[in-house]
């Protein structure tokens, strides 16, 4: 009985972890508000990858798709 209730609890530990990292890689991406730049020019507003210290997973980068537009990534690093 205490071996079947230590599965099952590591069986929720590793559903729970998992779940946290799935939703963490879901929300990769910020919601830009619009605004006017210096020159008059409106930016309507969008959505970009996460800001972070990596250049592969942009979705810029060749080899990515924009989730929101389908745009492949053009640049090579």
């Not at 998992?18 to 930016?43: C, H, L, N, S």
């Not at 250049?55 to 492949?72: D, E, L, M, V």
């Amino acid at each position: 009985m205490n071996k079947m209730l230590m599965t099952i609890l590591f069986l929720v530990a590793v559903f729970t972890v998992g779940t946290i990292f799935w939703i963490k890689v879901a929300e990769a991406y910020v919601r830009v508000k619009p605004y006017f730049r210096q020159d008059g020019t409106y930016i309507q507003p969008h959505y970009r990858s996460d800001p972070d210290s990596s250049r592969w997973n942009n979705w810029s980068t060749w080899g990515n798709i924009n989730p929101f537009n389908g745009k492949k990534g053009y640049k090579k690093y």
